[in-house]
T-cell receptor, first 113, second 107 residues
Framework: NAGVTQTPKFRVLKTGQSMTLLCAQD?????MYWYRQDPGMGLRLIHY???????AKGEVPDGYNVSRLKKQNFLLGLESAAPSQTSVYFC????????????FGPGTRLTVL | KNEVEQSPQNLTAQEGEFITINCSYS?????LHWLQQHPGGGIVSLFM???GKKKHGRLIATINIQEKHSSLHITASHPRDSAVYIC?????????FGAGTRLTVKP
């Protein structure tokens, strides 16, 4: 099993450009999450999904959209990138309800110039 | 104010020392997680707790629900334990994280 994978690993954007980050998991997990990690601030939840076709906002959702068309994939979109979205993005998946272990992807380092 | 506070922010220890990292939270939770982030950036889950105590090898995690406090202990620390340790709590379907404790274990 590959676990949780993220594509791409690195990306540099110019302000105003758009892009989509892909998270894929092969563990048949129901729950999936997108986080951002900034120096000195820890991880913050952007959006999450509790199942195929469902999404919900987390702590810092502004400027991002998500989709979960297939159970194994969770996409994070930036419609018009801003320098404040420079960060490391982590995806995670979890079986069932909140009391289970989360499995993290390797991260995507995004720089917006 | 962050819902999850960790202490200390940074910790340097000599190999073999007993390590304690603390986590306090201010919200009602369904579970608490301890995570380890390696110097290369990867994050792995160490423990998930909803009550009591768990042990895995040299790592021990405890939680006191009434006091809203958890501790992560490392016995006989080793340089390979050097990493950032992160406390996180589940409430509703949300996750909130502490800022992390950077541990350096010197040989």
């Amino acid at each position: 099993n590959a676990g949780v994978t993220q594509t791409p690993k690195f990306r540099v954007l110019k302000t105003g450009q758009s892009m989509t980050l892909l998270c894929a998991q092969d563990m048949n997990h129901e729950y999936m999450y997108w986080y951002r990690q900034d120096p000195g601030m820890g991880l913050r939840l952007i959006h999450y999904s509790v199942g195929e076709g469902t999404t919900a906002k987390g702590e810092v959702p502004d400027g991002y959209n998500v989709s979960r068309l297939k159970k194994q994939n969770f996409l994070l979109g930036l419609e018009s990138a801003a320098p404040s979205q420079t960060s490391v993005y982590f995806c995670a998946s979890q079986r069932g309800n909140v009391g289970n272990e989360q499995f993290f992807g390797p991260g995507t380092r995004l720089t917006v110039l | 104010k962050n819902e999850v506070e960790q202490s200390p922010q940074n910790l340097t220890a000599q190999e073999g020392e007993f390590i304690t990292i603390n986590c306090s939270y201010s919200v009602g939770i369904s579970a608490l997680h301890w995570l380890q982030q390696h110097p290369g950036g990867g994050i792995v889950s160490l423990f998930m707790l909803s009550s009591g105590k768990k042990k895995h090898g040299r790592l021990i995690a405890t939680i006191n629900i009434q006091e809203k406090h958890s501790s992560l202990h490392i016995t006989a620390s080793h340089p390979r334990d050097s990493a950032v340790y992160i406390c996180a709590v589940n409430y509703n379907n949300d996750m909130r994280f502490g800022a992390g404790t950077r541990l350096t274990v010197k040989p």
